[in-house]
């Protein structure tokens, strides 16, 4: 006998298939499960990182609050200037697009004519 157990030459296998394992398998999570932790992790490291600056702010409260009110409106501006300059670049494109496509029509209309 040994610490296996006993030996049996052509025997089957004595380990009941039907059981389930007391521990899940080990591997790789689904696409699912990582970019829910992924995004976790992400929302935890913001929430811990605003906790400590706040903690360590060289300013009051109420100093920082105006700073990152005005910071906010700043931001907004910048915003509303960028997505103004990029409705006018797409018009600018457009334009350009219809004008080339008239045109392609005009020197196809002319070429078919003659």
Known sequence: ???A????VGAQNTIDQTRRPLLRPVGPPNGHDRN????A?????????AG?????????????????ARTGRHVAERGHDA?????REFRRVARMGRRRREE????LADALCD
Not at 5 to 8: K, N, Q
Not at 83 to 87: C, F, P, Q, Y
Not at 104 to 107: K, P, Q, R, S, V
């Open 1 to 3: 006998m040994s610490y």
């Open 41 to 49: 992790g992400i929302a935890l490291g913001a929430v811990v990182g």
């Open 104 to 107: 392609a029509g005009d020197a």
């Open 83 to 87: 997505w103004d300059g990029l409705g």
């Open 52 to 68: 400590i600056a706040l903690l360590f702010a060289p300013h009051s409260g109420r100093s920082t609050r105006r700073r990152i």
């Open 36 to 39: 829910t932790a992924f995004l």
């Open 5 to 8: 157990g006993p030996s049996r």
